[in-house]
């Protein structure tokens, strides 16, 4: 199994529920280095390398982060 580091929102989250669903399907452990709900925290974590971090729709179009996955919108 591969493991990911990833900055994902607290829970509940419906974003988070379906990352987690996807990733438990693929044979994928997230591991979840920090919950923040803050937008700018997820984008510098996945800027710096150390952890991927999920946009939403619409998130995507505000910034093009390397390490971050944007769902179409």
């Known amino acids: 199994m591969q493991t990911t580091n ?4 607290g829970r509940p989250n ?6 987690d669903n996807e990733a438990r399907h693929a044979g ?14 997820q984008r510098e974590l996945a800027a710096s ?3 991927y971090a999920l946009l939403g729709p ?3 179009r505000q910034t ?10």
């Open 64 to 73: 093009s982060v390397r390490g971050a996955w944007a769902l179409p919108g």
């Open 28 to 41: 994928t452990i997230l591991r979840t280095i920090i919950e923040a709900d803050s937008l700018t925290v």
């Open 58 to 60: 619409g998130r995507s």
């Open 6 to 9: 990833v900055a994902l929102q």
């Open 49 to 51: 390398g150390r952890a």
């Open 14 to 19: 419906r974003l988070r529920a379906m990352l």
